[in-house]
């Protein structure tokens, strides 16, 4: 009775309270009203300005801005030009379409000289009892070669004039394989100098390729002034900096791979205008050294193994490789060269940063190195003398 009389008492002595009491239905749904526009609003402002702080975060995500990030639509990207959208579905459909087979697959040797091959005799003891299984193309700028091998007489295909660190470079490689696409049966393409040399025989070399599906193209990243340091914002909007790459010219190819770069016109005409000696700003940029690497990157990342398959010593540190002498050529040095298991590539930045990868063929890890340059013409003696040994050191 006291609670009771309490409560009366309480209600008697508040008649506002009353009277507030008709208004009592409204009180739940327009507080829930309240908060769900609230709700609204943080949310809505969270979309458009993003919690930049590591406390806004966590109040917003246990889970912090990376979760908020994954939770919010992708950013826009922008928009291909019509130039970007045809080239990309030319490529997309070459690269979509099955690989011929050939009844006769053959490898193509792309020799990529100023004038005499001092190493043709090496090569021609390579390239014995293989007939049929290859086809040479030689690409002399300068001077045209007395041959002394059966597998190199008018093998010469039209030359041009080519200077170090010039587009002409690359327009001698485009030529080269324009030249060996002519032949349906040329599946693997490989770019060599007048300083190169085999490291193995020519079963090995050929097994390697052709029962692989990628190009070996070297590409990597280097943040310093011989890598995107040589990059110039009008290769924009097509070439982005964060896309450039750095690599050894030196190739192999797979055919569909050589087929887009020749229908390639323009990314090659973005590194023709503006990848060159004597930029604005004092810089040199190389296009032999750039335009592959950054045009697979983009286009075909997958499908290049990030590495050479011919081998050259930087370790003098100097603007060329090191050359080897006939003094420098012993058992020794070439089974140590085959034996490289890993690709190596530093950076030109002050930190000097060593990016070390194995060498996956097919997902295993196999020796990195068919060839290896750069040898001068006075180890030929000793190369010959040599050959039948370190062919032979064969990888299990």
């Known amino acids: 009775m006291k609670s009771t009389q309490g ?45 930049q702080n590591f406390v806004a975060c966590y109040i917003f995500s ?59 005799k090496l090569w021609d003891k390579f390239f014995q009892g293989n007939e049929g299984r290859f086809s040479v193309y030689v690409h002399a700028s300068k001077d045209k070669p007395v041959h002394f091998s059966r597998y190199f007489i008018n093998r010469e295909i039209r030359s041009d004039t080519v200077e170090w660190g010039k587009i002409s470079m690359v327009d001698a490689e485009r030529r080269l394989l324009a030249n060996a696409l002519k032949d349906s049966d040329n599946q693997q393409f490989v770019l060599l100098s007048d300083s190169c040399i085999p490291l193995r025989s020519f079963d090995f070399v050929y097994d390697y390729l052709m029962q692989t599906n990628v190009s070996f193209v070297d590409c990597f990243e280097d943040p310093g002034p011989h890598g995107t ?32 770069i020749m229908a390639d016109s323009l990314y090659f005409r973005k590194f023709r205008e503006h990848c060159k000696p004597g930029m604005e700003g004092g810089r040199n940029c190389y296009s032999d050294e750039h335009y592959l690497p950054t045009f697979f990157h983009m286009l075909d990342p997958g499908g290049i193994a ?31 060269i085959t034996s490289i298991a890993e690709s190596l590539h530093v950076t030109s930045d002050t930190k000097r940063q060593a990016k070390i990868t194995p060498c996956l063929w ?23 003398r ?5 062919t032979s050191i064969e990888a299990e």
């Open 229 to 260: 340091g040589r990059y110039i914002k009008y290769m924009l909007p097509e070439v982005e900096k964060k896309d450039f790459r750095k690599g050894a010219q030196w190739f192999t190819m797979r055919r569909q791979h050589a087929i887009i």
């Open 62 to 120: 246990y889970n912090g801005c990376e979760a908020l990030q994954n939770w919010l639509p992708p950013a826009l990207t922008r928009g291909l030009t019509d130039d970007e959208f045809a080239s990309r579905v030319v490529i997309k459909d070459l690269l979509s379409r099955p690989s011929v087979i050939s009844l006769n697959p053959k490898i193509a040797f792309l020799f990529l000289t100023p004038g005499a091959l001092p190493f043709e």
């Open 386 to 390: 040599l050959f039948p040994n370190y």
């Open 7 to 51: 409560w009366r008492m309480g209600t008697k002595e508040s008649p506002m309270l009353l009277m507030a009491r008709p208004r009592s239905h409204l009180k739940k749904p327009t507080w829930i009203i309240v908060l769900v526009s609230l709700v609204s609003f943080f949310l809505i402002c969270s979309y458009i300005y993003p919690p």
């Open 362 to 384: 097919n997902g295993v890890e196999r020796p990195c190195f068919l060839f290896a340059r750069k040898f001068l013409p006075e180890t030929l003696n000793k190369l010959l």
């Open 306 to 336: 990030n590495w050479s398959v011919t081998h050259v010593d930087w370790s003098e540190m100097k603007w060329h490789p090191k050359s080897y002498k006939s003094q420098d050529v012993t058992m020794e040095l070439l089974r140590n």
